[in-house]
Each structure stands twice: as C-alpha cells, then as structure tokens.
C-alpha cells in the first residue's frame, strides 16, 4: 500500500502547494500539479486511482492554510484556492474504494492563531465534515499510561504494585478515597499512571487542559517532564500535585503563563518567600510533623487546582487536598490541621467557598485584617485598652479612678479607693499617697493600686489590635463584603471582643497595698473561669482575704487590740486609725465602726462615754443600748472600770498616783492575747469561748448569688484548719461536658490542685 505524508509546518505557501506535493510523493514529479489554482476533480480522481491502495496523511493543515492566505492567486488567495482543492480531495476520495484520507485538526483554539484563522478552521471542519469519521487520539482513560510511556524508559511493575497497594490501603483508612469509586477501580487508575497520583493527571489534562492555550496531551507532558526533573536526585514513593516545586522558574512560567503573571506575587506572599504563611505553619504543629513540609504541600495542592480553563467548579475539597498531601505514616488529621490554620489566618490569597478551596488575586479577610491590625497606632491601642477597662469597672464596691496622672485626682477622705495605672510606676504611687495637692494626704491607707503584668501585655495587645481591625473591616465603607463574609467577621468581632474581657484580668492582676514602711505587691493571679467579676469587685474580695478591708468587726478585736493596755480610747480617733494609718485594717465605712462599738457595749465588752473637763474617761453606756457618734472627746472605756463607775454610781475613785491611761491609736499597743488584725469575712468571734473543736464540719445549701461571701469563711477555715477538704454538690440546673472540661476541670488545673468529678 502506497502512503503520502504531508506536513504543513514544513512546507512554505510561496513554493509548495498540497496537490504540487501529493503528486510529487505519488509520481515522482508534480506534472500536472504545478500551479497555484487548485487542480480539477476529474484530474485528482485519476491520481488517486492509479494509486490504490492509498493511504494520506495530511497533518497541521490549517498552519499551511494559514499562511497560504497572505500569497496572492488572481484575485483569489492561495488558501481559498487549497480549501477548494481540500473539498475536492475528500470528495475524490469518497468515490475511492481503497483510498484512506487522514486529516489532523487542532482541538486548541490556541492553534487558530487570529479571527481569520478560526474562519479557516471552521471552514476546514465544514469541508471534512461532510465524508469524516472523527477518531480521538488519546482516550481519558489512556492518558495516564500514555504519559507514563512517554516519560519513562521502565518501570518496576512489582515496586509499583507494592507502594500503590500501600498508598490505597492508608486512604481507604482514612476514609480519602473519592465517593462512590470503589477502592479496586482507584488502584487500577494508580497503576495505570504511577509514578503519578492519578489526580496529578486529571488536574493537568482536565483542568489546565482546559485552557484554550493548553494543549492537553503535549502540555502536560511537558509540565511532568519538567517537574520529573526537578525531581529527579529526590527520594519519593510517588508524585503528587503537592511534589510540584513551584519555586522552579520554569515550572512556574509554564503555569502562569495560562493564568496570569499577577499570581506570582500571590505564590510570593503565601508559598514561597521566607516569610510565607505555608512556611509557618510547621511552626504550629508537633515536632514529629515539622520536617514534612506539610504547609508548602497543601498550598501547593490548592493552587494546583484552583483554575479551571473552561469554566467549572474551581478549589479543591479536603479530601482532595488529603489525598495528595498524604505520606506513609502520616495521619490525615495533621493534614486537617495544618489546612485550618493555612484557612484561618496564615494564607492571604486563600479562599474557601462551598467546601473547597482555591487562591484568587483578591487578598482575603486574613489579609485585609492583617494589614488593618499592622495600621493600628499607639495611641489607638491606648485609648482602646482604656475603654475595655470602662467595661470592667462600676465603681459600686470601691471608688475606681481609671489611670489618673496628678494626686489631685484623689479625693482624701476615709473610703477604700481602687486607682488603675497603666503600668506598675511605684515612683506615682508614692505620690498619690503622701500627697493631696500642695497638702500632705491624710487618709493615706485608703488607696489600693491594681496594674498590669508586663509579660501579659503582648498577648493582650495582639488580641486588641485584632478586635480593632475587625471593627474597623465591618464599619469599612469601601470594604465590599460577601454576606458570608460579614457574618464570618461579626462573629470573629463578638469572639475578641469576649476573650478581651477575660484577658484584662489576665492582664491588670497586680495589686500594691500601703504599708507602714513601703508598698507591698499582691499578685491576684489567673482569674477562674464563669468568674465573670468586675476588676474592683475581685480587688475587695481579696482585700477582704488578706484581712485589709472588712464588713464587720467583732468587738473583741477592739478590746484585745486597742484596751489591753489602755483604759479609754478615743472613738473618732479609733475610727480614723484604719484610714490614716498605713498596713492598718480599714473599714469600709463608719458605720462599720459604729455596729462594732454598740455591739461591744451591749455584750459588756467596753463602755461608751466621755471626757470630762479635766480630760477623765466617765461611762455613759455599759451593757446597753448605745449610738456611737465617732465625736471629739467621745471615749470608749475598758469594762472594769465602767463597772466599778455604774456600781459608784459616777466616776470611779482610783488609788493614789494611778491616773487613766490612753495612748496613740496610730501606734495601738500590743494585746495581751493574740487576736487576728482583722476578720476575714462578716462573722464574730465570740467573746470568752473556750471551747476549742479540731474538726468542723459544715452542710448548707448556698442562696442564689451568695457565692463570693464564702471566699472569707473559707480563708478563716483553712488558717485554722492545715486540712480544708470541700465536697460541693450541685443541681436542679444543667452543664455540658464542654463546661466541665474547660471551665471547671481548667480552674483547678489553674489552682494546682486535683478534683474529683462524678
């Protein structure tokens, strides 16, 4: 059988025609076939029979139709004249019984070079259309073992067998494989295109080969030729779109050019400068996983499949993304992982749309927040830090002053003052406690400074610039915002807007008390969780602990403290001791002092009088009913003497050379008998008990919003007791295992000590 080959990129226009050629091939000479007008049917009707058996192969037809339009033929073109002659071929042919006519058409519009030579195309498709029967070269289920053929000399079936058995097996465990296709139809597919993952071939030849300047076979022979050797001194069990090394120029170019050099500064900013997100995601995951890569490698995936040439569903889906990041060993929940911190925050240019995702030139909210929280100012971080603390304050406890600069700020006057700096300035807080103005400060013990945590600050910053920067992407006018992703920022904002509030405990926990020589420093420590308190309201609880602030004073304290060695002492001074007196114990207002002294009155404890003219004590009120006024000369009175003044009916006559003792209260003697500085909480200590227990044990049912009055009582109790051991039974009411874990279980982990949960 006779054959003609003719190839239209080898021939040019101005010398060659394509009957001149398929006369040459066929006779030896072009006689007959010499000019540049198509030759009549009758005359290719006689080549071609003559010939028989005959097969032609006319390949790149259209490059030579092409060019053949720019030579001139009487007022006609050369390539009008060889679409003539084209018809009259396969109309020649058609009558032939054992002649064979094969055309080769591009199926790339890339190859029609311009809108007149589409028309050249379409009309060469209209030609052949008439007698053709179309074959395609390259079945889809043939592409992968053809590649494999073109790219490699051999293969070890058996070594391919193992390792494609191995990969099936993990992704079956993993539940990765694609739904619906049976595990025997995917290794089939695997053996067929190993050493390449078979989406490595369906992403190249379906979704790039979509392109209309991709060509599909002969591109993606190329882009695996070039990534085969890139890769060619590496160790791998087989090639996955996550082995792409987009770092190489010229695998790189040969991808972009189909997409757009824009992306190059996408793959810059998210895979490949030093500083790209997918490179920091190692740093995020357990140390056995950090030398895997494995954020280069997702990114890596989702570019890959993130365009698709002639529209269709662009990304990639988790399982996808799995598939291809999977290693021998490795666990697909790292993988999980790894792709949600690449999603949440690390990648710029990544997107995630009906459960897939894919990179777009368009930076996401990541990147828009990141760069809004790079743009936020000192200043802007300082007024915002002031007005989380406003949310932390009511004053109702204490009276709270929010950062003030000058003493004058501070009123001088008997109530417990919380002042907030916002740094831990020990310089300023002498000041505001020697000083009221151009005066010395007289209540100098009713000042308590809270500051930050200097190790705290960081993290609470970070977290404050982040809730400024999604305040401002939703208040942003020129922001356009999917409804997705409003809701996504709304959400992120009512998160940092909660963690700010736990973090501001976190982060202003110092407390500086007035002592009698320097200040001394209380560290609150890591707020409980569900302890949902204002900060002066966690500051008076632990004042209230310490002994420093109280409710309620026993009676006996005063006696045990201020008469052991005296017999009078004066009420206004008594009651002004606590303020003015550095380290003292302070009331939180006078009528504290005022209960306390008709307390002791009434139990016989002291008596309540005055001085007379010559400055002697004379009892009023003695196991009575009495109002104290906390007035000049007003006296309290030790009871002996009270009791020998009632029995006298008057003042007592004492022996030769004694005369009544009083002293400074600023300076209170030293009880005979120990007694606490002050209670803890608002209960009594009874006055003469003698009964000494070493157990105790309490049963009670706690009322509704009571729970901050137990933190005195179990102060006392575990100063008393070395073994403080609690059972606390709750219902009637509800709890998720979530609660339990992190709440309740995370406050004693915090507290250093083990619970029991039943």
Not at 15 to 42: I, M, Y
Not at 181 to 191: D, I, P, V
Request: charged share 25%; aromatic share 6%.
């Amino acid at each position: 059988m006779k054959t003609a080959v003719i190839v239209g990129t080898k021939h040019s226009a101005e010398k060659d025609t394509l009957w001149g050629l398929l006369a040459e091939q066929l006779n030896g000479s072009r006689s007959g076939f010499e000019g540049q007008s198509a030759p009549g049917s009758e005359a290719l009707r006689r080549l071609l029979g003559e010939h028989q058996p005959l097969l032609i192969l006319m390949d790149e037809v259209l490059e030579y139709v092409v060019k053949a339009s720019a030579v001139t033929v009487g007022e006609s073109t050369l390539a009008a004249q060889t679409l003539a002659f084209m018809q009259e071929l396969t109309e020649a042919v058609a009558i032939q019984e054992r002649v064979a006519l094969v055309v080769t058409l591009p199926s790339s519009t890339l190859e029609h070079y311009n809108e007149h030579g589409t028309r050249l195309f379409e009309q060469l498709k209209n030609i052949s259309g008439r007698v053709e029967k179309v074959f395609t070269p390259v079945k889809d289920e043939e592409v992968g073992a053809i590649i494999r053929r073109r790219l490699f000399s051999t293969v070890d079936e058996s070594a391919a067998t193992e390792m494609v058995n191995m990969y099936v097996e993990q992704a079956e465990q993993e539940a990765l494989l694609t739904h619906g296709e049976e595990s025997a139809a995917y290794r089939a597919r695997f053996k067929q295109t190993y050493p390449f993952l078979p989406e490595v071939v369906d992403v190249l030849y379906h979704r790039w080969g979509s392109f209309p300047n991709f060509q599909r076979t002969r591109g993606t022979l190329r882009l695996l030729g070039l990534v085969i050797h890139a890769l060619k001194n590496e160790s791998r069990p087989y090639v996955t779109l996550a082995d792409f090394p987009l770092q190489e120029d010229e695998i790189r170019r040969e991808l972009l050019k189909h997409i757009g050099n824009e992306y190059d500064s996408v793959l810059a900013a998210d895979l490949l400068s030093p500083e790209a997100g997918a490179h920091k995601a190692k740093l995020e995951i357990g140390k056995a996983y950090q030398g895997l890569r494995l954020g280069e490698r997702v990114a890596t995936t989702i570019f890959l499949y993130s365009f698709v040439g002639g529209g269709g569903q662009a990304g990639a889906t988790p399982n996808e993304i799995k598939r291809n990041t999977l290693t021998p060993g490795l666990p697909a929940s790292v993988i999980s992982e790894v792709l949600s911190k690449l999603s949440s925050r690390l990648l710029f240019y990544l997107h995630e749309e009906g459960g897939r995702y894919y990179f777009s030139t368009t930076a996401n909210l990541n990147r828009a927040l990141t760069i809004r929280m790079e743009n936020v100012t000192a200043e802007e971080l300082r007024a915002a830090e002031q007005e989380v603390l406003r949310t932390r304050v009511r004053g109702q406890r204490m009276k709270t002053f929010l950062w003030p600069t000058h003493p004058t700020d501070i009123p001088d006057d008997p109530a417990p003052k919380l002042i907030i700096l916002p740094e831990a300035d020990t310089t300023l807080m002498q000041r505001f406690l020697n000083e009221k103005g151009q005066t010395p400060r007289v209540h100098r013990n009713t000042l308590f400074f809270l500051t930050p945590l200097a190790t705290q600050r960081p993290p609470f910053e970070e977290l404050l610039r982040r809730n400024l920067a999604l305040t401002g992407l939703l208040n942003a006018k020129t922001l356009s915002l999917t409804p997705e992703q409003r809701q996504t920022l709304q959400t992120q904002e009512k998160k940092s807007a909660k963690d700010l509030q736990d973090q501001i405990g976190m982060l202003y926990r110092l407390l500086y008390l007035p002592d009698r020589d320097d200040l001394r420093m209380l560290d609150l420590g890591t707020p409980t969780y569900g302890g949902e308190q204002y900060l002066e309201e966690r500051v008076y609880e632990r004042l209230r602990t310490e002994g420093r602030l109280v409710e309620k004073l026993a009676p006996v304290v005063i006696k045990q403290r201020y008469l052991a060695t005296r017999d009078f002492v004066e009420t206004q001074q008594l009651a002004e001791s606590g303020s003015r007196t550095p380290g003292e114990i302070l009331a939180i207002g006078q009528q504290v002092w005022e209960n306390c002294i008709a307390e002791g009155v009434r139990q016989g404890l002291f008596g309540l009088g005055e001085l007379d003219e010559k400055g002697q004590p004379k009892c009023l009120y003695f196991k009575e009913e009495a109002t104290p006024a906390l007035q000049n000369r007003e006296v309290l009175i030790r009871a002996e003497i009270c009791e020998q003044q009632k029995a006298q009916g008057g003042a007592a006559n004492m022996p030769p050379g004694m005369a009544f003792t009083s002293g400074s209260i600023a300076e209170p003697a030293p009880a005979p008998v120990a007694a606490p500085t002050a209670p803890p909480s608002n209960w009594q200590v009874a006055p003469g008990s003698q009964t000494m227990r070493h157990t105790l044990r309490l049963r009670f049912t706690l009322p509704l919003g009571k729970a901050s009055d137990l933190f005195g009582l179990l102060h006392l109790l575990q100063v008393r007791f070395h073994k403080l051991e609690i059972t606390l039974e709750a219902s009637d009411g509800t709890i998720d295992e979530t609660e339990i874990e992190e709440k309740v279980r995370e406050t004693f982990r915090q507290m250093g000590t083990d619970v029991e949960i039943k």
